[in-house]
T-cell receptor, first 113, second 113 residues
Framework: KAGVTQTPRYLIKTRGQQVTLSCSPISGHRSVSWYQQTPGQGLQFLFEYFSETQRNKGNFPGRFSGRQFSNSRSEMNVSTLELGDSALYLC????????????FGPGTRLTVT | GENVEQHPSTLSVQEGDSAVIKCTYSDSASNYFPWYKQELGKGPQLIIDIRSNVGEKKDQRIAVTLNKTAKHFSLHITETQPEDSAVYFCAASRGRDTDKLIFGTGTRLQVFP
């Protein structure tokens, strides 16, 4: 069974731009969660989607948004990029939610200059 | 809010020795405790998990123990090998679909040959 895939793997953007990251979950998984990972802050939860609905949200500004499609694929968008948004963005999928086995993708490394 | 503390932040051991990483959680309703291993340039990989109806779980060289009374759980790696070198994350959740998974801050394990 194919794992979680994320595209693109690397991205360089300029301050003020916006970016969209994509995540394809494991087949049959309906829950997709997004995390931001930085050296200083560890793994920070952004949001979780289940059946196209945002079910949980972390403490991030409204510049961070996401959505999920009917095939469970998910995208996250960051608008008006800031230098501090440079991070590894990880997507994880689960059959039903974060209370069960969750599998991570390789991440998208975003660099904001 | 919920919090998971993880210690130590770095751990160096000689190949063949054992390594122990400890986590403490604050939410007494937590009952799902996974451990993740993250190698350089990769996403976190689920290596073992335990639910609160079990006090210990083993899988080859790794084991997790849970003490619900003290609200702490530990990862034990025996006969360490250089390929065990990675960052390890513990996490805790109430174990239901809608519950968030709270991560510890990570332990960087180095195994020297």
């Amino acid at each position: 069974k194919a794992g979680v895939t994320q595209t693109p793997r690397y991205l360089i953007k300029t301050r003020g731009q916006q970016v969209t990251l994509s995540c394809s979950p494991i087949s049959g998984h309906r829950s997709v969660s997004w995390y931001q990972q930085t050296p200083g802050q560890g793994l920070q939860f952004l949001f979780e989607y289940f059946s196209e609905t945002q079910r949980n949200k972390g403490n991030f500004p409204g510049r961070f948004s996401g959505r999920q499609f009917s095939n469970s694929r998910s995208e996250m968008n960051v608008s008006t990029l800031e230098l501090g948004d440079s991070a590894l963005y990880l997507c994880a999928s689960s059959v039903t939610g974060q209370g069960y086995e969750q599998y991570f993708g390789p991440g998208t490394r975003l660099t904001v200059t | 809010g919920e919090n998971v503390e993880q210690h130590p932040s770095t751990l160096s051991v000689q190949e063949g020795d054992s390594a122990v990483i400890k986590c403490t959680y604050s939410d007494s309703a937590s009952n799902y405790f996974p451990w993740y291993k993250q190698e350089l340039g990769k996403g976190p990989q689920l290596i073992i998990d335990i639910r609160s109806n079990v006090g210990e779980k083993k899988d080859q060289r790794i084991a997790v123990t849970l003490n619900k009374t003290a609200k702490h759980f530990s990862l034990h790696i025996t006969e360490t090998q250089p390929e065990d070198s990675a960052v390890y994350f513990c996490a805790a959740s109430r174990g239901r679909d809608t519950d968030k998974l709270i991560f510890g801050t990570g332990t960087r394990l180095q195994v020297f040959p």
